[in-house]
């Protein structure tokens, strides 16, 4: 049976209409569509197959290294057969450590993290998406941290994920989400000297000059190390 989950949700915005034209000039008729966007609400037991187990396991782990998990868990979703944590930014490294190390869980290996922008939510507008796999149980999970545009850090998990490394750089390119901790933290994409991060949503879709053309290669021994 699958988990019940909150119908309300957290509304973090109101759509209105599709192509975005004003005064008027809409004539198909999308203009009066109005749409809510609502993130997942939190489920409630039993969420069904096996996620009752491993949030068992990772909740008794949890405890006995002496922390509360409703400190640590803020909220578990079950959406389209998918389980997901929403784990407080500063208890993230010993959940995922949890994750990893406890026999129960072997969730061995993440697979990378993924920025998400919602600007209407306020308070925690940046998200952080971790997928993890368990190669031990066949199974896969969901991690999801959020931070607000005015404090956008959150802690890196490269010492317990090495293979995040190049992926905590995209993000910070990309979403300017800062990974304290992370070995070299710089733009992987993007020029050193880039003004903005281009996949936030309130990043301009044009007229952005590009202020690299003109730049040199500089010499071999004049380059970043990564070592």
């Known amino acids: 049976m699958p988990a019940q989950r909150d119908d309300t949700g957290d509304v973090i915005g109101v759509r209105?209409?599709?192509f975005g034209a004003e005064k008027g000039g809409d004539t198909t008729g999308y203009g009066g569509l109005v749409r809510t966007v609502t993130l997942p609400g939190a489920?409630?037991?039993p969420y069904g197959g096996w996620f009752d187990e491993v949030a068992d396991e990772l909740e008794g782990a949890l405890e006995e290294q002496g922390l509360l998990p409703e400190n640590a868990i803020e909220k578990t979703v079950v959406d389209h057969g998918e389980l997901t944590f929403h784990i407080a930014r500063e208890h993230l490294v010993r959940v995922a450590r949890t994750l990893r190390d406890d026999p129960a869980l072997r969730f061995e290996l993440c697979t990378g993290v993924s920025g998400v922008h919602f600007p209407g939510d306020k308070g925690r507008e940046l998200h952080a998406v971790y997928h993890l796999r368990s190669l031990t149980h066949g199974r896969l999970i969901r991690l999801e941290v959020t931070a607000?545009?005015?404090d956008p850090h959150l802690p890196s998990l490269v010492?317990?994920?090495p293979t995040n490394d190049w992926h905590?750089?995209?993000t910070y390119d990309f979403f300017g989400l800062v990974f304290d901790?992370?070995?070299a933290l710089t733009r992987i994409m993007m020029p050193d000297d880039w003004q903005g991060f281009p996949q936030r949503k309130d990043y301009p879709l044009g007229g952005i000059p590009v202020e690299y053309k003109g730049a040199?290669?500089?010499a071999p021994d004049?380059?970043?190390?990564y070592t």
């Open 222 to 225: 004049q380059r970043r190390s």
């Open 159 to 161: 010492a317990v994920y």
């Open 216 to 218: 040199q290669i500089p």
């Open 148 to 150: 607000p545009d005015s």
């Open 16 to 18: 209105r209409g599709m």
């Open 43 to 45: 489920s409630s037991r």
């Open 181 to 183: 901790g992370h070995p």
């Open 168 to 170: 905590e750089r995209e």
